[in-house]
């Protein structure tokens, strides 16, 4: 039984993850993976912790599905004005046509 509920949150914070991963990539911020600051490591953190505890994967499945590419981020999202931050201090990403 252990074993299966383990398991079980595991996937959920994995599916989690994916969303939010895919709500960063959708709106165009890009972090970089080494050499952040503290400042930087911490709000990072956080969003990782608010994407967990958010009740709308559903809605954000759907609105992932028709994102386009530097899409803002949606208000349901509880990372929308984190996102909205990243983005102004240049945590983006290149768009490539």
């Known amino acids: 039984m252990l074993k299966g509920l ?16 895919k709500m960063l990539k959708a709106t ?7 050499r952040v600051d503290k400042d930087l ?3 990072i953190r956080e969003s990782i ?3 967990h505890e958010c009740n ?5 499945h759907a ?3 028709h994102a386009q590419e530097g899409a803002v ?3 349901f999202c509880p990372n929308h004005d984190l996102i909205l931050q990243l983005k102004e201090e240049g945590h983006t990403q290149k768009v490539v046509k």
């Open 6 to 21: 383990f398991e079980e949150t595991i996937s959920a914070f994995e599916e989690r993850m994916e969303l939010r991963r």
């Open 28 to 34: 165009g911020v890009k972090v970089k993976k080494r």
């Open 41 to 43: 490591e911490n709000r």
């Open 49 to 51: 912790i608010t994407c």
């Open 56 to 60: 709308s994967s559903d809605t954000c």
């Open 63 to 65: 609105w992932l599905e």
């Open 73 to 75: 981020p949606p208000h």
